[in-house]
């Protein structure tokens, strides 16, 4: 058979907060994309941390086996960058190549795969205009990476009319100061959009719609607080988009409960090519043809390192959320918020002092925001026990380090212990030249 393009959308930061999953946030090229493919509502990150979850999708592991326990530009590597997808689909003839943001290797893109790599560049109107000039120069079967940057903080300005009908996350209460930080969010979102429909357009005007698979996502939840580097839905929550040929097609839903490191196996089969052996997810194929419902029971995620250390693992079922927490921190690790008038907002009103629980467990459809903690409910022993062994079961059976003790540092390793940190600053510093200039304090925090 004629094995089908590829072009693999990401972006930062975004969680689900895109207007085919219902928010009124203007992304008319999101939703003409669902329209015409297959939307996922529950996909999930394999980590809620930028380095790690784009690890997990592109070697289809958790982020522990692939060995990228932190950000790259701190000093995190893979174990092993040939099990990149790139790689694969440059073995089975594919023209790979990346226009944008990649973030798993400050090394050179081309060790992971890549064929070609343009310039890089962290606006999106830029990225998409070398998408469209690689796409049109590609040769077919093509593999086209495109990584944009927004909606990563730092978030363009908005005007103050802006917030009047403007709605916080979720999990954020609604004031002056936080309307504006989503205002400004949904600014980024316009921006985002806007360059996600120059490659769809280019795709049309290619003639190339009919044998292109699209896969559309990001890495993780939003830059607010409890949300990225946090392990409820408010932080692995994940945008997921798939459209193409045969049943990815006719603004199909689907409710299948979905792991990013599923997308690898998902593209080997789509592509007719084997799945390495290293691969830990499942294939979606069943669920897209309609021969499932369902492919997974369950679905983890994991945080060791961002800006600072915060080890935790999770399981997710359909009904239950149990997240452990390793470390002996029982605060807020502030440096894994990136800053913002929300993060401000909550500090202002005591949110850095309050307690967070070493364990909790979550009942999401009684509790979907996930805000009662039913770890010590004896009605729900049996299950929070049962979760805690899956969990444990897992790390074994994936090699997790956290099961020894607390994770070193990699050589050359950093982390911020202070309690303020610009985040953003130093990401987009490191992704000029491959290192990070200013890091407050290179220990892992206590």
Not at 202 to 210: E, F, L, N, P, V
Not at 284 to 310: C, R, W
Not at 362 to 388: F, M, S, T
């Amino acid at each position: 058979m004629t094995q089908p393009n590829i072009i693999y959308f990401h972006s930062h930061d975004t969680g689900r907060y895109v207007q085919p999953y219902g928010f009124a946030i203007p992304t008319p090229n999101y939703q003409r994309l669902a329209e015409d493919g297959v939307l996922f509502r529950q996909a999930f990150t394999a980590a809620p941390t930028c380095s790690p979850s784009r690890a997990a999708l592109l070697t289809g592991q958790s982020p522990h086996a692939a060995g990228l326990l932190g950000l790259t530009h701190r000093g995190f590597r893979l174990n092993d960058p040939k099990q990149h997808l790139a790689t694969t689909l440059r073995d089975a003839g594919y023209h790979t190549m990346l226009a944008g943001v990649q973030h798993v290797t400050t090394g050179d893109p081309r060790e992971l795969g890549y064929t070609d790599v343009a310039e890089r560049g962290s606006d999106s109107d830029t990225i998409a205009n070398r998408a469209v000039d690689m796409l049109r120069n590609a040769s077919s079967p093509f593999f086209l990476d495109v990584g944009f940057f927004d909606t990563h903080r730092v978030f363009p300005q908005a005007e103050q009319d802006a917030t009047r009908y403007v709605r916080p996350p979720l999990p954020i209460p609604d004031a002056p100061e936080t309307r504006m930080d989503m205002a400004r969010y949904i600014e980024s979102a316009k921006r985002l959009d806007r360059a996600l429909g120059t490659v769809l357009d280019a795709i049309d005007d290619a003639g190339i719609r009919d044998n292109t698979i699209v896969l559309c996502t990001t890495d993780h939840g939003l830059a607010f607080p409890t949300m990225k580097c946090n392990l409820t839905d408010h932080g692995t929550g994940v945008l997921l988009i798939l459209r193409g040929p045969g049943n990815l097609s006719g603004g199909r839903v689907s409710d299948a409960l979905v792991s990013q490191i599923d997308l690898y196996p998902t593209l080997c089969d789509l592509a007719g090519i084997a799945h390495p052996a290293w691969l830990a997810g499942t294939s979606l194929l069943p669920v897209i043809d309609g021969n499932a419902d369902e492919v997974n029971q369950q679905v983890f995620s994991e945080v060791t390192f961002h800006a600072a250390y915060e080890p935790q693992r999770m399981i997710r079922t359909r009904e239950w959320t149990f997240i452990r927490r390793f470390a002996d921190r029982d605060l807020p690790v502030l440096p894994n918020c990136d800053d913002g008038e929300s993060r401000d907002y909550l500090l202002a009103h005591g949110w850095g002092e309050q307690p967070v629980a070493r364990e909790q467990l979550y009942h999401n459809v009684l509790d979907p925001l996930q805000r009662v903690n039913r770890i010590d409910d004896p009605a729900v022993a049996g299950i929070r026990d049962d979760l805690r062994n899956r969990l444990e079961t897992w790390m074994r059976e994936t090699g997790d380090p956290l099961l020894a003790g607390d994770v070193p540092l990699p050589p050359g390793g950093r982390v911020n212990d202070q309690d303020a940190t610009s985040f953003a600053e130093d990401l987009l510093e490191g992704q000029a030249d491959g290192t990070v200039k200013r890091i407050a304090n290179p220990r892992i925090n206590a």
